[in-house]
Nanobody, 122 residues
Framework: QLQLVESGGGLVQSGGSLRLSCAAS????????MGWFRQAPGKEREFIAV????????TYADSLKGRYTISRDNAKNTVYLQMNSLKPEDTAVYYC???????????????WGQGTQVTVSS
């Protein structure tokens, strides 16, 4: 069993940056690939990025590549999402999730956090 808790969301002005964290509890955390997703009101959950268990393989949504960076620190049981040059359309609830292999589809993930709200003002 794995529990995930996101933090770091909030209100930021357009062009600003935020770093989200996802703290995991459970002794098997380091064996999972970890992903970030987001969901805006009235929209489907959207893939952002995923990182493999060792941190040397990452995959990004094409539309977000270059502005978002995923990383992990297995010693701290934490995965991060650095978000730069934020835009109002980035406003959403951001979720981290765990899966056994690098995946981009949300239904392939086994564990989810509760989400953290990111609001970007214009």
């Amino acid at each position: 069993q794995l529990q995930l808790v996101e933090s770091g969301g909030g209100l930021v002005q357009s062009g600003g940056s935020l770093r989200l964290s996802c703290a995991a509890s459970g002794h098997t955390y380091s064996t999972y690939a970890m992903g970030w997703f987001r969901q805006a009101p009235g929209k489907e959950r959207e893939f952002i990025a995923v990182i493999n268990w060792s941190g040397d393989v990452t995959t990004y949504a094409d539309s977000l590549k270059g502005r978002y960076t995923i990383s992990r620190d297995n010693a701290k049981n934490t995965v991060y999402l650095q978000m730069n040059s934020l835009k109002p359309e980035d406003t959403a609830v951001y979720y981290c999730a765990a899966t056994f292999r690098v995946q981009v589809q949300p239904n392939e993930y086994d564990y989810w956090g509760q989400g953290t709200q990111v609001t970007v003002s214009s």
